[in-house]
């Protein structure tokens, strides 16, 4: 069964800091991979897919990468900004005949910026 | 606009009073699913569809049940609700055979009491 991880679970820092947030994944099997952002009580917001065959994906200030053969994924997040402060979700797709179709996720990385 | 809509967002109901969380896309999607969120423990699935009248258990189904009768709508239904089924919920949808992402519902929290 595929698990997904995301490292660190937590993390604070200072308006403008370049920071990067990890996801890894243990079945390289995946259709895509597909980073979402969570404001508290709030639905999830997809900010980046990336399929299986690219290897990363830029939107704005986000940049995301995927190394499927080592199983890695990060988001890199530029010049960031207290409104950037949210739950940011690592999510893959599985590539599996049996299980097609459905996402793990993993369970999160809180960002928080301050002024 | 290409939406999932879910509905109710908020609702507060006693153990033991079936309810029913509805679940509609636009996009003409074949793959629909349930998930549960519940702090500390991420975001779990309860349900799938694969298609109309396919549907297949996830990490969390007990308590729940689905059906889906038409593509586009997918309603997630508890039989006899109890307090450890107090949880946000999310319905989300995608393609199954296309190179697109999943859309999400914008979330309904449900209280049991």
């Known amino acids: 069964k595929q698990e997904v991880t995301q490292i660190p679970a937590a993390l604070s820092v200072p308006e403008g800091e370049n920071l990067v947030l990890n996801c890894s994944f243990t079945d390289s099997a995946i259709y895509n991979l597909q980073w979402f952002r969570q404001d508290p009580g709030k639905g999830l917001t997809s900010l980046l897919l990336i399929q299986s065959s690219q290897r990363e994906q830029t939107s704005g200030r986000l940049n995301a990468s995927l190394d499927k053969s080592s199983g890695r994924s990060t988001l890199y997040i530029a010049a960031s900004q207290p409104g950037d402060s949210a739950t940011y979700l690592c999510?893959?797709?599985?590539?599996?005949?049996?299980?097609?179709?459905?996402?793990?996720f993993g369970r999160g990385t809180q960002l928080t910026v301050w002024p | 606009e290409a939406q999932v809509t879910q509905n109710p967002r908020y609702l507060i109901t006693v153990t033991g009073k079936k309810l029913t969380v509805t679940c509609s896309q636009n996009m003409n999607h074949e793959y629909m699913s349930w998930y549960r969120q519940d702090p500390g423990l991420g975001l779990r699935q309860i349900y799938y569809s694969m298609n109309v009248e396919v549907t297949d258990k996830g990490d969390v189904p007990e308590g729940y049940k689905v059906s889906r009768k038409e593509k586009r709508n997918f309603p997630l239904i508890l039989e006899s609700p109890s307090p450890n089924q107090t949880s946000l919920y999310f319905c989300?949808?995608?393609?199954?055979?296309?190179?697109?992402?999943?859309?999400f519902g914008s979330g309904t929290r449900l209280t049991v009491v």
């Open positions: 999510a893959v797709r599985d590539d599996r005949g049996s299980t097609l179709g459905r996402l793990y």
């Open positions: 989300a949808s995608s393609y199954l055979y296309h190179p697109y992402g999943y859309t």
